[in-house]
């Protein structure tokens, strides 16, 4: 399989309508802020962070920033310790022991399936090609509860980009990890590993959509999905798959570990939804971490004029 050829860098005139846009959404400016006070550095409107911030949990001034909406961001210690990842155990607090001593290094992304540029790309090879951004998005568990996390990634587009397409391509599919010696849960087999996800090409391409390599200001840890994930807001957290091993380009709709799972409970789309309920529960409020009471849910998770238009015309109830 043949390298993506580095000469393929996004090009400049992208990179700047790409911060122009989140600038009118208030992200960029927002979040670039909240890190460069973390740093205790004077924030420089557009300035790039470098790859990696040598920004250490105990540095960060938890919960002093907001998101666009003046939301209080989840704190380092319950961004870190409160988690879903299957792969490890069902147990969201017994997540962190149990991945303390995953291993994320080497890692290789593999990217194929209809592309003119198949490749695979070591995590290392990811950092220095993708410069990454801040960006505060509000994160909402299809159980119910809700987190602001401060992420540093890049935009799945830039990758797409360089990959290139096919005219045949119409859906991304995502891949984690699939090693049940390291990865306890996966001796479960209820669940049909490895988990997979899925985007249709415009959801992929949304300026919304990033790939995570870090939170808080340093590398993402083991039960967050280290060494890189998927992070879409506007979708329940199950979209955001983690600890990603392949990517590929497909014709077909994929058939995500959830729809396998339980496909009257789980479908392709799971766009944040107050006005659709789970078949077991309302998706009315949520709980925010940190809080006691519950808030209403949001209509995409609060990101309905960025991306309703991606959905016009569609049945948001029949393509839950
Ligand atoms: N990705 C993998 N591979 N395995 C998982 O179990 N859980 C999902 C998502 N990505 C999950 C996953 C769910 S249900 C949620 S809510 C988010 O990750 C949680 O992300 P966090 O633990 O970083 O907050």
Redesign the pocket.
Known sequence: MRKIPSAEITPENRYLNRKEFLKALGIAGASAAVLAACQNKPFLAGEELAPSSPVSPDQLLDGAGTDELGDTLTSFEN??T???????T?D?EG?VKLAKDFQTSPWEVRIGGLVENPGTLSIDEVRDRYPVEERIYR?????G?S?V?PWQGFQLSALLEDVQPTAEAKYVRFE??YDPQALP?QKNIYFPW??V?GLRLDEAYHDLTMLATG?YGQD?LP???SPI??VVPWK?????????VKIDLVEEMPVS??MESAPNEYGFYANVNPNVDHPRWSQATERRIGEFSRRPTLMFNGYEEQVSSLYDGMDLRKNF
């Open positions: 961004v870190t409160y988690n879903n990842f299957y792969e490890f069902t969201k997540v994160m909402r568990c299809v159980e509860w987190m996390i984690s990890i849960g490895p988990y996800e939170l993402l039960q967050n999905g994930r998927l329940y957290g199950f979209k955001s798959i983690k600890s990603i570990l959830w």
